[in-house]
């Protein structure tokens, strides 16, 4: 193969690397650098995440099966579980709460109530929409919570803002407080249409309730957005939050949801730059970098001392070929 030709074949592979390396870089910058848009994640700051939450009461957001947590010095909050709970995360709940955790639980979609069946206790998520067309923020699906049993956990608290809760229903007040109801016009969407009906059941109705559990304590509200960006600082929700996380580290669940591709894409390239940021790691892939030039740059050295060779014949044809191949290996052996 000609000199030139082997050097516009390196000269392409390196700028074939060169433009990976380029893309992966921009690719991964723009999933960093454009926020998540997913339901309660905490770099989200539009309506629908925790940022405001995050900030708040300065919380960890981890899958708690992956490390135990200090019941007495922490609150775990679940709050809007999208993904199948399994038993071994019901029984770290369950665990958690038996040894003094305070155990936070928000949904309105009636998925949890397999985990509270777990529990033993006699409270359900009814699952079905509760409006109310006379107490409300800005629209019947956003009722205000006013009738407020005053605790420890309520403390301060006059209203509560909502954005389309349910109800919990409640089989026995046995060892369980009610601590917020709706008005007695809100109803229960039955249809799902958001219009009233003979058929839909009127309030009030419970949707948030406290009980206890071994040492701890289980809080369940029917709504699982009353701290999302969009409604925590509607009413006295801020204050509530505080109420609940008092001066414990709060710690939110992120196991029971389903991440969206972005997301799952940004927190791997994340992971994968606070380990490529140690200084092992930066001084491994550099060398490795530059070792990869070097080969792609010197792999065809020795097609080219043959190149030589030819190049030499053809201006010396009476010159002995093998004579000079082994002046050429002679060479390369002085060389190495």
């Known amino acids: 193969m000609p000199k030139h030709n082997k050097i516009i074949n390196t000269t392409l592979i390196l700028i074939i690397l060169f433009s990976t390396i380029t893309a992966t870089i921009t690719i991964a910058i723009a999933s960093i650098t454009l926020p998540p848009t997913d339901d309660f994640e905490k770099s989200n700051p539009y309506w629908n995440g925790l940022k405001i939450l995050s900030e ?44 003094g955790g305070t155990l936070v639980i928000m949904d309105e979609t009636g998925i949890i109530n397999n985990a509270l069946s777990n529990f033993n206790i006699n409270i359900r998520i009814n699952g079905h929409p509760l409006l109310d067309p006379v107490f409300y923020y800005n629209s019947w699906k956003l009722p205000k919570i006013t009738d407020i049993t005053k605790t420890s956990i309520t403390k301060n608290i006059t209203t509560i803002a909502t954005n389309l ?27 799902g249409n958001y219009e009233p009906s003979p058929e839909n059941p009127t309030g009030p109705f419970p949707i948030a309730a406290e009980t206890n559990y071994g040492k701890g304590q289980i809080i369940i509200f029917s709504d699982s957005d009353l701290f999302i960006n969009s409604i925590i600082t509607l009413a006295n929700n801020t204050q509530l939050l505080k109420n609940i996380a008092q001066n414990k580290k709060a710690i939110i669940d992120t196991g029971v949801w389903k991440k969206s591709t972005q997301t799952t894409f940004r927190n791997t390239i994340l992971t994968i730059y606070n380990i490529a940021s140690t200084p092992e790691i930066k001084y491994t892939i550099t060398i490795l970098t530059i070792t990869t030039i070097y080969i792609l740059i010197n792999k065809q050295k020795p097609q080219k001392t043959t190149d030589e060779i030819q190049e030499i014949l053809k201006k010396h044809p009476d010159w002995d070929k093998n004579l000079l191949q082994t002046l050429k290996e002679i060479r390369e052996k002085q060389s190495t």
């Open 165 to 191: 809760p349910s109800a919990l229903n409640i089989t026995t007040t046995h060892n369980i407080k009610i601590l917020a109801k709706s008005s007695p016009f809100s109803f229960l969407d039955l249809k």
């Open 56 to 99: 708040t009461i300065n919380a960890s957001f981890i899958d708690v099966t992956t490390q135990q947590l200090n019941p007495e010095t922490t609150v775990l909050f679940i709050i809007g579980p999208s993904e199948n709970i399994t038993q071994q995360r019901i029984e770290y709940w369950k665990k958690y709460t038996e040894n």
